[in-house]
């Protein structure tokens, strides 16, 4: 099962800003790296996390100037860190009872990246139509075959030969519809 993916294998690299650069710099590292965060340092140390949600509260909300703002005085202290062997299932129990979207991967109390709640989600892929998880290579040797919506949605296989529009947005899945045989209906 995903959940059981040590934290490591889903996290991606940190990017880093000084604690004294302006927020308008850290934001623009954000957007150029397609990042929602960026992690704050002090001399190669790191001392917290900047994210789009800080920048809102703490800049925006205030009415503060993002280009005279230290990102130091934006920033959370002392981000929710986790070791990278640690399994997912723990990750997100710690997400949810910290109350954060994302969290710091550690290996021996280092730094060594970072991951979302869309990293999870993105990683434990659920058949919009069955419910039941949709198994990766991740996971095991035999991943699960499975049809992906231009929306999104995901499908067993399966499961897409039978709704053959998408539950989202209704577009066709499949060209090619199997009907049960008579035996296998309830009047058959």
Known sequence: MALDLPVGRIARPIITIDENASV?????????????SVVVTRA????????????????????????STKVRDAMTAAPVTIE????????????NRRGVR????????????VFTLRDIVKHTSMC?????????ILETTEPEA????????RYHKKCADTVVHCASC?????TNVIYPERSETFSG
């Open 24 to 36: 308008v710099d850290a934001s623009k590292a954000m957007v150029e790296s397609g990042r929602g």
């Open 44 to 67: 190669d140390e790191t001392v917290g996390i900047l994210t789009e949600r800080d920048v809102m509260k703490r800049v925006v909300a205030n009415s503060l100037d993002p280009g």
């Open 84 to 95: 990278r062997d640690r399994p997912l299932r723990e990750a997100i129990d710690l997400m």
């Open 102 to 113: 994302r969290m710091l991967v550690t290996e021996k109390g280092k730094i060594v990246g």
């Open 128 to 136: 919009l139509y069955c419910g039941k998880e949709i198994k990766s």
């Open 146 to 153: 499975y049809i992906e919506c231009e929306c999104g949605s």
């Open 170 to 174: 209704s577009r066709t899945l499949v």
